[in-house]
């Protein structure tokens, strides 16, 4: 397909790049959109957009090929490489015009979860189709039947509004009616319509640097530029691959629940490295569910790209280059391609456990370069109500850290995101002065980490205290069996939501929407991650160092890494007979 305005016919061609010249087009085309991150992140309203920063930008050449992205949240960025290519065609480029903005967030055929919009607007040059601008961010709330939007549903049409691609800015003016349309269908209005505006303005940034970038080296250099750093970044992946061990890689993984049944949500990868490439077939994970474990081929495809620029040179650019080394199949009707009406919002969670089912088909053949079982949820809590006060709804919707997976040389990191989940904590301080409850516990939770010659990092613990009534939504997984552990190492510990009424804890669901009275604690505590070799085989000193932390208890160094410690010492001569 040919689109109008590529202008390449008859375009005069430019002077061989130099070097020098080459890096300096190529770093300003990636600057571009790292300000567009910066306008939208500065100017957003939202704690989880202005401060978690759950959003991603882009640039796309005329042809829709990605060029440059910002790197805010890995999984965003390959499934943005699916959906602007597929919202431009749907529209139809000849539509567009300059200073028109398009907005969609519709998850079929290319998209992901609802709360996940993106703007796309085309960037015109000397009178002529340069590309398009793109950001995607994660909304607080966009409808459906909880606040936050992230409740367990069966049918994607209950999880909130859905936008196709439609004009939502034409010629520089925002369209009202499609606006008006849009908000109506939102709890939290005043900071939705502030984070759109947010994203217009991002565009709008990106879209001026890039014709200042024009206006300095002109259009057939930039042109030019583009095609030279999509074959610099293929022939770069490709020298990269040829290093990896090539060979047929096989592993199988579960989501613990589907959120209406207690059926683990089956998952299996192959993955095959070649001269040609990096293959991963899905085939062999279970149909689709009527339920909120449904990742989209968008989801998936981000999920595979991630784990490919894991194992390459950090360095190296993501744009198109890259992605033509990697194939994915996924069977259409499955929980790694799921098809319409299927519900999506929980997709991230299903789409974050297949790369550890990645990492652990590769982790034979890679042992020093892949960790144990991380946590690997996304792990999300929403909630929201009406403010007696200003008869306003607010929402917050926020994900949490967990244990990563020990390492062959390290531990792993305590609370931390994982696998292309690189947001933010929301502060304390933040979330008690704008929304209607107080943080009262923030911690580690001690003895969740998966023992090992090196322990899996620590899960996460954070209390709600709600002086309201509320409604709260867990959207998460983990509670039936922790992270793996490998090559010796131990599980993780599994995670637990709880709410507190009344001084007595009850258990709730990874995936379960309730009431709250005022006085209610809602307790989030996340999974450690899983060890790396035997935890007899752990160096005492670190294990003395883990208890006088809090991390480890003196029982749990006893019993399982077979360590005694008195007091704040070590006693070696016990040590010394537990290991023997």
Not at 67 to 81: E, I, K, R, Y
Not at 208 to 231: F, K, N, W
Not at 461 to 468: A, H, I, M, Y
Request: glycine residues 10%; aromatic residues 8%; proline residues 6%.
């Amino acid at each position: 397909m040919t689109l109008a305005g590529n202008g390449e016919e008859g375009r005069p061609k430019p002077a061989p790049l130099d070097p020098i010249s080459f890096e300096v087009i190529r770093n300003a085309l990636v600057a571009a959109t790292d300000e567009m991150v910066l306008t939208l992140r500065r100017s957003a309203y939202s704690t989880n957009i202005k401060t978690r920063s759950d959003f991603s930008c882009a640039f796309f050449d005329a042809k829709l090929r990605a060029v440059a992205q910002g790197f805010t949240q890995p999984v965003h960025l390959g499934s943005m490489v699916e959906q602007v290519p597929q919202a431009i065609r749907s529209y139809g480029p000849e539509n567009l015009h300059a200073g028109d903005v398009i907005i969609t967030n519709d998850p079929f055929p290319s998209g992901v979860h609802l709360n996940d919009v993106s703007l796309i607007s085309p960037v015109f040059a000397d009178g002529e189709l340069l590309g398009y601008v793109a950001n995607l961010a994660h909304h607080v709330d966009v409808g459906g039947g909880a606040p936050a939007s992230i409740g367990a549903f069966r049918e994607v049409f209950q999880e909130g509004v859905i936008i196709p691609p439609v004009k939502v800015v034409e010629g520089g003016r925002i369209v009202d009616d499609v606006f008006a349309l849009i908000l109506a269908q939102i709890r939290s209005k005043h900071e939705t319509a502030g984070d759109f505006r947010a994203q217009i303005a991002a565009n709008a940034t990106g879209a001026r640097r890039l014709q200042a970038l024009v206006e300095r080296h002109g259009l057939a250099t930039i042109v030019a530029s583009m095609q030279e750093l999509l074959d610099y970044t293929e022939r770069r992946t490709r020298a990269e691959i040829a290093a990896l061990p090539f060979g047929v890689y096989e592993a199988e993984g579960s989501v613990d629940t589907d959120g209406y049944t207690d059926e683990p949500v089956h998952l299996r990868a192959r993955v095959e490295i070649s001269a040609e490439g990096v293959s991963f077939d899905m085939t062999g994970c279970d149909p689709q569910r009527r339920a909120p474990v449904n990742s989209t081929y968008a989801m998936t495809f981000s999920a595979c790209a991630y784990a490919l620029k894991c194992l390459i040179d950090s360095d190296l650019p993501v744009n198109d280059g890259f992605y033509r080394a990697v194939s994915v199949s996924a069977p259409a009707g499955s929980v790694a391609n799921c098809s319409w009406p299927s519900p999506v919002v929980g997709g991230w969670e299903t789409q974050t456990r297949l790369v550890d089912v990645i990492f652990l088909a590769l982790l034979p053949a890679l042992p020093d370069a892949l960790p144990a079982g991380t946590k690997a949820m996304m792990c999300h809590a929403g909630f929201g109500g009406v403010d007696p006060v200003t008869n306003e709804y607010t929402c917050f919707l926020e994900t949490f850290g967990g244990g990563y997976g020990a390492r062959s040389t390290s531990d792993g990191p305590d609370a931390v995101q994982a696998h292309g989940q690189n947001t933010e904590n929301a502060p304390v301080e933040e979330t008690e002065l704008n929304y209607p409850v107080r943080v009262v516990r923030l911690s580690l939770v001690d003895d969740s980490d998966g023992p090992g010659r090196f322990r899996g990092g620590l899960g996460l613990r954070k209390d709600f205290l709600f002086d309201r009534p509320t409604t709260f939504t867990v959207l998460s997984d983990r509670t039936a069996a922790g992270p793996w552990g490998v090559f010796g190492g131990l599980p993780g510990k599994t995670a637990s939501y709880v709410l507190i009424r009344d001084g007595e804890e009850h258990q709730l669901s990874a995936k379960a929407t309730v009431d709250l009275v005022a006085g209610d604690v809602v307790s989030y505590r996340t999974c450690g991650g899983g060890g790396y070799g035997p935890p007899a085989e752990r160096d005492p000193a670190s294990v003395l160092r883990d208890v006088l932390e809090d991390k480890v208890s003196a029982e749990r160094a006893r019993d399982v890494y077979r360590v005694a410690v008195d007091g704040r010492r070590l006693d070696l001569a016990a040590t010394a007979e537990l290991r023997a």
